[in-house]
């Protein structure tokens, strides 16, 4: 059974850092690609970033390039999304989701078959 657990969330100043984490488990995402998503109040959820995880690429969304890093800990099966800059319109609750390599884009939430619960993330003004 896929597991994912997401942690790290918080209440930060803006242009303060957040660092969030997402615990794998259940199966072997060799093959797999992790995602981050995030929806604000009244809003659908949008994609964040993407990492594959047998090679590492990267796919980020235009707002938070520059700002935002996805990583990986293979030894860990986790995945990491280090925030900096943060801005007020990052607020929204992020999740982690996984999906196989070889399913659909990389942005399409209906793509990623496993979730974890979410953390949110407030960003003061």
């Known amino acids: 059974q896929v597991q994912l657990v997401e942690s790290g969330g918080g209440l930060v100043q803006a242009g303060g850092s957040l660092r969030l984490s997402c615990a794998a488990s259940g199966r072997t995402f060799s093959n797999y690609i992790m995602g981050w998503f995030r929806q604000a109040p009244g809003k659908e959820r949008e994609f964040v970033v993407a990492?594959?995880?047998?090679?590492?690429?990267?796919y980020y969304t235009d707002s938070v390039k520059g700002r935002f890093t996805i990583s990986r800990d293979n030894a860990k099966n986790t995945v990491y999304l280090q925030m900096n800059v943060l801005k007020p319109e990052d607020t929204a609750v992020y999740f982690c989701?996984?999906?196989?390599?070889?399913?659909?884009?990389?942005?399409?939430?209906?793509?990623?078959?496993?979730w974890g619960q979410g953390t949110q993330v407030t960003v003061s003004s």
């Open positions: 990492i594959t995880w047998r090679d590492g690429s990267a």
């Open positions: 989701a996984a999906k196989p390599a070889t399913l659909g884009p990389v942005g399409l939430p209906r793509e990623y078959p496993y």
